[in-house]
C-alpha cells in the first residue's frame, strides 16, 4: 500500500484555469466537500503540486492506495466507476448550485469553486486508487482546468449526470395546445380579410442598416475634409487663434533660462571643489550576530549528531518540546515514503525516532531522516501527532531542512488533538 503515491505528471499546455487561484486552493476545495459529505467526496480530488517554471503539475493520491488510470480499467470496472463518480459529482454539483444562490458573497464564492472542480480537460485526467481489496475509489487530476477552445454546453464529468427530461404534452391535453397555438402564432390573420399578416422582408432591414451607414460615414468625412468643420451644418470647429507673445516677454525667459544655466555650472564646480574625505572603518569591529533561525538550525544539527544520526548531503530534523509522540514522514520525488515503516527508500533513512513509548519518553526529543544524495524536485513531508502524552493545548514543534550545499530552511507549526496532521511540499535544486 502506498501513502500519498505520486499519479500523473500533466502539462499546462493548451489548457486554462478555471476561476481564481483561490478558488482552486487544494485546501479549500477538499476541506469543503469533507465538511459538506464526507472523506469519500474530499478524496476525489488529487493534491497538485506545480513544477517550478509552472508549465507541468505533479498530481499526489489523496489516501492510500494503488494508483490506476481509467483506460487500464476493464470494461465492468470502468462502468462501476463511471456510476459512482456520477453519483458524486451529481452531489457536489447540487451543493454548488445551492451556495451560488445564497446571498452570502463568501458562500457564493464557495460555489463557485465546488463548480469548478469538477470540471476537466478530458477523460483521460480521470484515475483511481485501488484498495487492498479491490475496491476502486475515483480521483481526478487537472480539475478546475478546461482546454483553451471553445467549450461545450456540458463538460466532462456533468455531462456522466442524467439530465431530467419533460415528459412529452399528451394527445389534446394542454401541452399540446400550447404547441400548436405557438405553431400557429407564425400564421397570424386577420379576421376581417382572411389573408396573412404581411411581414417585412429581411433583405429590406439590411439594406436600411447599410443606408444608415453610409450616411454616417458620409457625415464624418465631410467633417474632415471641409475647414473647420461644416459651416452650413452649424459644426464650427476652427480653433481661437494663439495670442502672439511680445518680444519683451520672450527676452526676458532666454535671460532667465541663460542665468538658470550658470547656476548649475557653478554648483558644480563648487562641489569638485569640495576636500574628498577618506572613509575609515574602526578596528574593533565585531561580527554581526547570528538570526535566531540559523542558530536553531546549528543547534538542531549538533543535537542530531550528539545522539547518534547520520548527517549528510540533506536532513529533515524534526524537534519539540513536550513528551508525546511525534512522526516524521518523507515523501521523495519518486513517490517512495520514508517514515518508521519504511526506513529507508531513494537514498534516504530514517535513523533517529522518538518519544515511541511513554515510559522512556524524554522533554527535548528529535527525529531525523537523511539523504545522500537526493534526487532534486519536491519533498513532501508530514508531521504526525501520534500519541499526546500531556494535556490538550496545541504542541509547537520546528522542522529544519539542513543542506550541507545550499540554503537550510526552518519551519514551525502546531498540532492538537483536532489538527493532528501537518503538510510542507519542499522544492530541492540541484
Request: aromatic fraction near 6%; charged fraction near 20%; glycine fraction near 8%.
Amino acid at each position: 500500500m502506498m501513502i500519498d503515491a505520486l499519479i500523473a505528471t500533466t502539462s499546462t499546455h493548451g489548457l486554462q484555469p478555471l476561476g481564481s487561484a483561490a478558488q482552486r486552493s487544494y485546501e479549500l476545495v477538499s476541506g469543503a466537500l469533507r465538511d459538506r459529505f464526507g472523506p469519500e467526496h474530499a478524496a476525489l480530488l488529487a493534491e497538485p503540486v506545480a513544477a517550478r517554471h509552472g508549465d507541468s503539475i505533479d498530481w499526489y493520491a489523496p489516501g492510500p492506495g494503488t494508483p490506476v488510470a481509467l483506460a487500464d480499467l476493464t470494461e465492468e470496472e470502468q462502468v462501476a466507476l463511471r456510476e459512482r463518480l456520477a453519483a458524486l459529482v451529481s452531489e457536489i454539483d447540487a451543493e454548488a448550485v445551492r451556495l451560488t444562490q445564497s446571498e452570502a458573497p463568501e458562500d457564493q464564492r464557495l460555489g463557485e469553486a465546488l463548480a469548478h472542480a469538477v470540471e476537466l480537460p478530458g477523460e483521460e485526467m480521470i484515475h483511481a486508487l485501488r484498495d487492498a481489496d479491490g475496491t476502486l475509489h475515483p480521483v481526478l487530476v487537472h480539475w478546475g482546468w478546461v482546454r483553451d477552445e471553445q467549450r461545450v454546453v456540458r463538460g466532462v464529468l456533468t455531462g456522466m449526470v442524467p439530465r431530467r427530461t419533460a415528459p412529452s404534452p399528451a394527445a389534446g391535453g394542454p401541452g399540446a395546445l400550447a404547441a400548436a397555438g405557438s405553431v400557429a402564432a407564425t400564421h397570424v390573420s386577420d379576421g376581417n380579410a382572411g389573408r396573412a399578416v404581411r411581414v417585412w422582408p429581411w433583405w429590406l432591414l439590411i439594406l436600411l442598416g447599410w443606408l444608415a451607414l453610409a450616411v454616417a460615414l458620409a457625415w464624418i468625412v465631410a467633417l474632415l475634409i471641409a475647414p473647420c468643420g461644416l459651416s452650413q451644418g452649424r459644426l464650427i470647429f476652427c480653433p481661437a487663434p494663439e495670442p502672439e507673445i511680445a518680444p519683451e516677454t520672450t527676452e526676458a525667459r532666454v535671460v532667465e533660462d541663460e542665468i538658470a544655466r550658470l547656476e548649475r555650472e557653478l554648483a558644480l564646480l563648487a562641489r569638485s571643489c569640495q576636500p574628498t574625505v577618506p572613509l575609515s572603518l574602526p578596528e574593533d569591529i565585531s561580527p554581526a550576530p547570528q538570526d535566531d533561525a540559523e542558530a536553531a538550525r546549528a543547534d538542531a544539527g549538533r543535537r542530531v549528531e550528539a545522539r547518534g544520526a547520520l548527517r549528510g548531503d540533506l536532513n529533515f530534523t524534526l524537534e519539540w518540546g513536550t513528551l508525546d509522540d511525534l512522526d516524521l514522514y518523507v515523501t521523495c520525488p519518486s513517490g517512495e515514503m520514508v517514515y518508521y515503516g519504511r526506513r529507508s527508500a531513494c537514498n534516504g533513512e530514517y535513523d533517529l525516532d522518538a518519544n515511541v513509548r511513554r515510559s522512556t519518553a524524554i522533554p527535548d526529543p528529535v527525529e531525523n531522516i537523511v539523504f545522500d544524495g537526493p534526487a532534486p524536485g519536491p519533498y513532501k513531508v508530514l508531521v504526525r501527532l501520534v500519541g499526546a502524552h500531556v494535556g490538550a493545548a496545541p504542541r509547537a514543534f520546528a522542522l529544519h531542512v539542513l543542506r550541507k550545499t545550499g540554503q537550510s530552511q526552518t519551519f514551525t507549526g502546531e498540532l492538537s488533538a483536532t489538527a493532528r496532521d501537518w503538510r510542507r511540499t519542499i522544492v530541492i535544486t540541484e
